[in-house]
């Protein structure tokens, strides 16, 4: 099993940036892809960001390319989320996911392993 705990959420003004983190726990060396959803109030969960193990594959939804940046470091089981020039649609519960299968993969369906969420809200 693997646990993964995301950290670093918060309140920001827009135009704002804020660093999200999420550390994996127990067999984290089965992990493969590793991803971040976000899910708004009334809204279904959607894709932010995923990386593949190494750290030379990324991808991104086109609402946040240019502005996110994800990346990974192995050696500490982290993965984080770099987001600047947020805006207020950018609000909602942002997740951690991590897939023991894929490589890089957008689909909620791909991956295994989910943390509890970090709320991220930025006022207007």
């Known amino acids: 099993q693997v646990q993964l705990v995301e950290s670093g959420g918060g309140l920001v003004q827009a135009g704002g940036s804020l660093r999200l983190s999420c550390a994996a726990s127990g067999r984290t060396f089965s992990m493969n892809a590793m991803g971040w959803f976000r899910q708004a109030p009334g809204k279904e969960r959607e894709f932010v960001a995923t990386?593949?193990?190494?750290?030379?594959?990324?991808y991104y939804a086109d609402s946040v390319k240019g502005r996110f940046t994800i990346s990974r470091d192995n050696a500490k089981n982290t993965v984080d989320l770099q987001m600047n020039s947020l805006k207020p649609e950018d609000t909602a519960v942002y997740y951690c996911a991590g897939s023991s299968q894929y490589t890089s993969t957008r689909s909620i369906g791909q991956y295994d392993y989910w943390g509890q969420g970090t709320q991220v809200t930025v006022s207007s």
């Open positions: 990386i593949n193990w190494n750290g030379v594959t990324t």
